[in-house]
């Protein structure tokens, strides 16, 4: 009985729609529909993610706290570290995505991404457990003390932790959700549906791993100590890759290129400026394609010419002699159709990719200098218990778990019925509202901290020190409207990338594709350190406190005026993401927006 699915006919249950063509089993089979992959594969990789985020979520958003008091490090330095580590994290990302794609697999990627992982937070949790391996406590809000900063070995054991815990979070980043989307065949309609639902579901898997590092493991860094706290992260991070290997037997695995598809594109691009002088054919087909038998049309991707970015199509220009050579033309010299066609698709997206990166740099603010607005802030939950600062991002969070299903099984189908595109609204739309609300949140953001610093002012205590005074008289709920704004841009933003920058790439770059998405947020983290430098450099002469940012007292710096001017940038990239997507033209999705193929 159990060898009746190996001799069934293939082309039979293809027909059929029983075998996801461009997939095997973890035998090397053609994976069946019916026994791989769907849903009750994607739930162990929901939980590699749910797991992966416990651990790892309440760095992004409470290790400032601890660069700064445990470390020494001056607030902006700390507020530095944390959105390099976030950017290196990832950056690397990218080449990841390029092992992944072409020779290491998704599946192998994401395990030894997340022994990486498990490694470097090892190395944090025994960093904070031994004095020996981290400077001696010193209060760095006393003008008098003179705290030292780690020394060259606690310095290197840091950055070895941190930077380790960066590259295998970028594995996990790069890999993990394409492969969850190769649990679906992207050609079956049905399948299609669920692909999306993954895709949000991967978001509450996400937001569930968040809100657990949000609440416990911030409280238990703050009152039980910052190696209790990585130590139970480095736990959650090893069952993740256990539950996730488990499911070895269940998954999907997309057949390997055999190519570098990365190595293709560039072929394109330098073909195409080598042959910048020849004349374009008038018509297309005269372009240069292999020949497109039963054979090949299975194993090899065949895309029909576009009348678009044509410059490109003199990658494919054949050069005829008077007596055709046996040997091949150099593919630095001559691409494939298909090929050039590729290279289009990935150039078209460049431009949505750039747009998406101040997002990430309005992101940044709030997981470094708003944490620092809520330790002057009151704190109090009820009579006896106060919520720590970090742990603000829960009450976007706790809404996002509510409205993730209902935007799924609600607002979705019904969408899908109006527009007929089987994600409700296009991911262009869905990336910008995103765009629109994160502009809002840094306004929001400006007008709370004007109210933080009159209330400070008023009650004279422009220098009070935080945590060994008692706080401003001002709930530090007041910083949830804009967490609770930029959440929701969060759910339309990010998701819509990883759905679009998935759909949209070429066959052979669809891990390398959704790092567009990674790619962004490290340059968006990357800006913000850069920005911050050059903010205080510009204002240095024109400010009392020595920057808008400078120095360790929030109270006397410029905050407001900072995330104003955050509003008003993102604002314009806004209008300029509006231009972009208007002339971008789908190759997956129906064309309801403006700028749409017509394919339907």
């Known amino acids: 009985m159990q ?42 990789i929901l939980a590699m993610i749910g797991f992966e985020n416990l651990g790892t979520f309440s760095l992004a958003v409470n290790s400032v706290p601890y660069f700064s008091g445990i470390m020494h490090y001056s607030i902006p330095d700390a507020a530095n570290m944390l959105t390099n580590y976030m950017g290196t994290g990832y950056i690397l990302a990218i080449p990841v995505a390029v092992l992944a794609d072409t020779w290491i697999g998704r599946y192998r990627s994401v395990l030894i991404s997340g022994v990486f992982e498990f490694v470097g937070l090892a190395l944090l949790t025994a960093q904070a457990h031994y004095p020996s391996l981290k400077p001696p406590l010193c209060n760095i809000y006393d003008i008098t003390a003179h705290c030292k900063t780690p020394s060259g070995g606690q310095e290197a054991l840091l950055f070895i932790g941190l930077y380790l815990l960066a590259f295998g979070s970028a594995g996990v980043k790069a890999a993990l959700p394409s492969h969850g989307a190769d649990q679906f065949d992207e050609k079956d309609p049905r399948e299609e549906r669920r692909m999306s639902t993954f895709f949000n579901t991967l978001l509450l898997a996400i937001c569930f791993g968040g809100a657990v590092s949000l609440t ?50 560039i072929q394109v691009y330098v073909a195409a400026i080598r042959n910048r002088n020849l004349p374009l054919p008038e ?76 997002m990430t740099l309005c992101l940044a603010q709030l997981q470094t200098f708003s944490i620092q607005q809520g330790y002057t802030m009151d704190t109090t939950f009820t009579k006896h218990f106060h919520i720590p600062p970090a742990s603000l991002p829960i009450i976007p969070v706790s809404f996002l778990i509510i409205i993730v299903p209902i935007y799924d099984f609600i607002f979705v189908p019904v969408m899908r019925k109006i527009t007929g595109i089987p994600t409700g609204v296009t991911h262009l739309q869905r990336i910008g509202v995103g765009l629109v609300l994160s502009c809002i949140s ?93 903010v205080n450099g510009a204002t240095k002469h024109i400010t009392s406190s020595g920057g808008w940012l400078a120095g360790n007292n929030i109270n ?13 940038v993102s604002l314009i990239n806004f209008f300029i993401y509006l231009l972009v997507s208007m002339r971008y033209k789908y190759r997956s999705q129906s064309p309801l927006v403006p700028g749409g193929n017509s394919k339907k």
């Open 3 to 44: 060898e009746k699915p190996e001799v069934v006919d293939v082309k039979e249950e293809a027909d059929f729609q029983l075998v996801d063509e461009n997939k095997v089993d973890w035998k090397g089979r053609r994976a069946l529909k019916f026994k791989y992959g769907g849903m009750c594969a994607s739930v162990l």
């Open 283 to 358: 018509n297309p087909t005269e372009l240069y394609e292999i020949e497109q038998d039963k054979e090949a049309a299975e194993e090899i991707e065949f895309l029909p010419h576009r009348d678009t970015l044509r410059f490109l199509d003199r990658a494919a220009i054949q050069i005829k002699h008077g007596v055709q050579s046996e040997k091949p033309s150099s593919p630095w010299k001559l691409c494939r159709v298909t090929q050039v066609e590729n290279a289009k698709i990935v150039l078209g997206m460049i431009p949505i990719f750039c747009c998406t990166i101040i």
């Open 442 to 534: 840094m306004a929001v953001a400006s007008v709370i901290e004007v109210k933080r610093k009159r209330v400070a002012r008023d009650n004279n205590m422009l220098d009070a020190v935080p945590i060994l005074m008692p706080p401003l008289p001002i709930s530090t709920f007041w910083l949830s409207f804009q967490y609770f704004i930029f959440g929701i841009a969060d759910m339309f933003t990010y998701v819509g990338l990883l759905q679009f920058f998935y759909s949209e790439a070429p066959k052979g770059l669809k891990s390398t594709s959704t790092c567009f998405l990674w790619s962004s947020m490290a340059l968006g983290y990357f800006a913000s350190t850069i920005v911050v430098k050059s």
């Open 216 to 265: 416990f493991i911030v409280w238990i860094q703050i009152n039980k100590g910052w190696d209790w706290g990585f130590g139970i992260g480095t736990i959650a991070i090893f069952l993740g890759i256990v539950i996730f290997a488990a499911g070895l037997p269940l998954y999907r695995f997309r057949v390997g290129q055999g190519t570098n598809a990365f190595n293709e594109i």
């Open 556 to 568: 006397r710096n410029h905050l407001n005026l900072f995330y104003l001017f955050l509003s008003i």
